[in-house]
């Protein structure tokens, strides 16, 4: 008799489910619950890029675009990121459009990383990295971060993490889970230990755009890495079009070139009514960024101090739109809380494990919801830990 197990690729076969998963999976049937376990914007994409898509089908541009994108958003990409951040690419040599930033993460990792070289990732941070590395067959090198730092990655933490095999170093910030940032003074200490290397750095700035207070920068932005940084970034996060799939990668000519052969075997090209949409949200989509971006802070000032009131202090996140909540001092594990919290009460979290073992004590919750939304979930947390 066939067995489908056994035809498995041995990299499948051992693949670990995303933590977020199980999470998702007790969702399925229950009614009333309130859950802050997606990073997805609660709004609908602004008006004027859905029109943009609408009007892109009714003209008929239904046929596949260049495998790179199309010319008009790779110079509107382009215009974007020195308007926005500073940075310089070409249109036609350093800019790929991609299916979702996540499409370009794992290009960029396929496209450098061969049999048993080492990729550095700090953690707790987002769940793909690591799968990723394993499936092109690198050693997943896991830097724990602390509290007492902030969870930022040190330049001490990540020079005792390299050595001869280190090909590439990935920097998730700002942070999810943890809504870290990194400054440029803090770019500037670790690009001076990169520069000791040979290694690429694969930095993921989908959250560029959603900072409070303080101004994105890219290690891109510094000379000495310009040329050894591959920029992912997107749309889902900063325009609220996360079902569009759009995301864009930057870097140099060659290291573009790499991930773009891969990428016109395993995509042909991103979505075309979602190219022309985003073209429409780079051009005149600014103000919706900052719409968003103010009522997200709104609603992170306002969780950060209610769960401070009700016993679960967190450090006020910086950047994208999440807290990570420290719950150890309650005597459970992360799973533990969480699930109980849903089986109890009716709110779903996201565990810290599930963004890396240093996650332990802490849980995710994500403000991309209504106010409404977090009040109640908050009133529902109060009631759980008081029962504690």
């Known amino acids: 008799m066939f067995d489908s197990h056994n035809a498995l690729s041995k990299k499948a076969r051992d693949l670990k489910p995303s933590g977020i998963r199980k999470f998702f999976d007790m969702l399925a049937g229950r009614e009333g619950v309130i859950s802050l376990t997606v990073g997805q914007p609660d709004f609908a994409t602004p008006w004027h890029i859905r029109d943009a898509g609408i009007d892109s089908i009714a003209d008929g541009h239904t046929f596949y675009t260049s495998n790179r994108g199309t010319p008009e958003l790779r110079l509107e990409i382009s215009k974007y990121m020195d308007r926005r951040f500073g940075l310089s690419y070409d249109p036609e040599t350093d800019i790929l459009v991609t299916v979702g930033a996540s499409e370009a993460i794992d290009l960029a990792v396929r496209a450098l990383v061969d049999e048993g070289d080492e990729v550095i990732i700090p953690v707790p941070s987002f769940v793909c990295y690591a799968p990723l590395v394993e499936m092109a067959g690198g050693k997943v090198v896991l830097v724990e971060t602390s509290p007492a730092d902030g969870f930022k990655l040190t330049p001490e933490r990540l020079r005792a993490a390299i050595t001869e095999r280190t090909k590439l170093i990935v920097l998730p910030y700002p942070s999810n889970p943890t809504g870290v940032i990194l400054e440029r003074d803090e770019l500037c200490a670790l690009a001076k230990v990169i520069g000791e290397t040979d290694a690429v750095v694969l930095s993921d700035e989908i959250y560029a755009e959603l900072t409070y207070g303080k101004t994105h920068v890219s290690i891109a932005s510094l000379p000495e890495m310009k040329d050894r940084a591959i920029v992912i970034n997107g749309f889902s996060k900063a325009y609220?079009?996360?079902?569009?799939?759009?995301?864009?990668?930057?870097?140099?000519?060659?290291?573009?070139?790499?991930?773009?052969?891969?990428?016109?075997?395993?995509?042909?090209?991103?979505?075309?009514?979602?190219?022309?949409?985003?073209?429409?949200?780079?051009?005149?989509?600014?103000?919706d960024i900052e719409m968003m971006k103010a009522e997200y802070d709104r609603r992170r000032k306002y969780?950060?101090?209610?769960?401070?009131?009700?016993?679960?202090?967190?450090?006020?996140?910086?950047?994208?739109?999440?807290?990570?909540?420290?719950?150890?001092?309650?005597?459970?594990s992360s799973e533990e809380f969480c699930e109980r919290l849903l089986e109890e009460h009716n709110v779903a979290i996201v565990p810290g494990t599930a963004f890396g073992d240093c996650g332990e004590g802490y849980a995710r919750l994500s403000y991309a919801y209504s106010l409404d939304h977090l009040k109640e979930a908050v009133r529902r947390m109060d009631k759980f830990v008081r029962s504690l």
């Not at 950060?304 to 309650?330: N, W």
Request: with cysteine; charged share 15%.
């Open 240 to 287: 609220a079009m996360t079902g569009w799939r759009l995301g864009f990668s930057c870097a140099n000519e060659t290291l573009t070139e790499a991930m773009f052969k891969i990428h016109q075997y395993a995509i042909m090209c991103a979505p075309t009514v979602s190219q022309y949409a985003a073209t429409e949200a780079l051009r005149n989509g600014d103000g």
């Open 303 to 332: 969780l950060t101090r209610a769960l401070a009131d009700i016993g679960l202090p967190c450090q006020s996140p910086e950047g994208a739109f999440y807290v990570f909540m420290k719950l150890s001092h309650y005597g459970l």
